[in-house]
């Protein structure tokens, strides 16, 4: 699945997700180092693409274009922020591994950094082994999640928001999953340094189904218009909705 974000010097952030769900092969074993991470062109990682200011006749517009930050199962949520004091940080939700467990292992907002290791298949949550890895991988040689999500919340997508629109700089994020605290839309405020945290901000919820009222819904993407009204993407039942003040009705 592809994601992409845009930095502010206008380069490209890009999701290279990972094939496998914990790299099990075809033995149904767990290789390490996982293949995945390996080779010429090494997936579960987000890519850099910077291109050429001025490229001369007949030479490729791309400068590099290399892993960013490594250890990411899928990078579907992925937003840079576009002003304030961390402006031009990168930020990720982490689609982990599926135990099939309703409350393990936790979703993870991250911060990227150039050359971060953020742990996948070896590691999850707070930098805990991933069941099959105990042992095998020093998980504290990786970064740390910003914070800890509901397990199977599936965030699909993140949204930086300008500090001057009506979310007030808010990242916001789709959650997608069935897991605890899913099947809504949820902002998150940025603190005195720009970071954004605490508690999460219902913009959006209430989407389990109940007969004679509502059907069941699923938020899979967001985007914000000239006038700062939300429009939110709902897959399961392919609708189109939209979150605006009430002066705008």
């Given at each position: ?20 769900d ?27 693409l ?56 936790p ?116 985007a ?17 909705l ?8």
């Open positions: 699945l592809k994601e992409l974000a845009a930095a502010p010097d206008g380069s490209l952030f890009v999701n290279m997700g990972s094939v496998t914990a790299c099990r092969n075809d033995a149904q074993k767990l290789p390490v180092p996982c293949p995945e991470r390996t080779g010429a062109v090494p997936r579960a990682a987000v890519w850099h910077q291109l050429r200011k001025a490229p001369a006749q007949g030479q490729s517009p791309v400068e590099r274009f290399a892993p960013y930050a490594v250890g990411l199962r899928n990078s579907m949520a992925l937003a840079v922020l576009p002003d304030g004091p961390a402006k031009g940080s990168l930020w990720q939700g982490e689609n982990g591994i599926d135990y099939g467990d309703p409350k393990e292992p979703e993870e907002l991250n911060r990227l950094t150039d050359g971060s290791d953020h742990g996948w298949p070896y590691c999850v949550g707070n930098r805990k082994h991933a069941r099959g890895y105990e042992g095998r991988f020093d998980c504290k040689q990786t970064m740390a999640p910003h914070a800890l999500w509901p397990a199977h919340v599936a965030p699909l997508q993140l949204l930086a928001t300008p500090m001057d629109s009506p979310f007030g700089g808010q990242l916001l994020s789709a959650w997608h999953g069935p897991g605890q605290g899913g099947h809504r839309v949820v902002g998150f405020a940025r603190d005195a340094q720009g970071l954004p945290g605490g508690a999460p901000i219902n913009w959006l919820s209430g989407w389990t189904e109940q007969k004679g009222l509502r059907p069941r819904g699923r938020p899979t993407g967001l914000l218009d000239h006038a700062g009204r939300l429009l939110v993407v709902e897959d399961f039942n392919r609708s189109l939209m979150l605006m003040p009430q002066s705008q009705r």
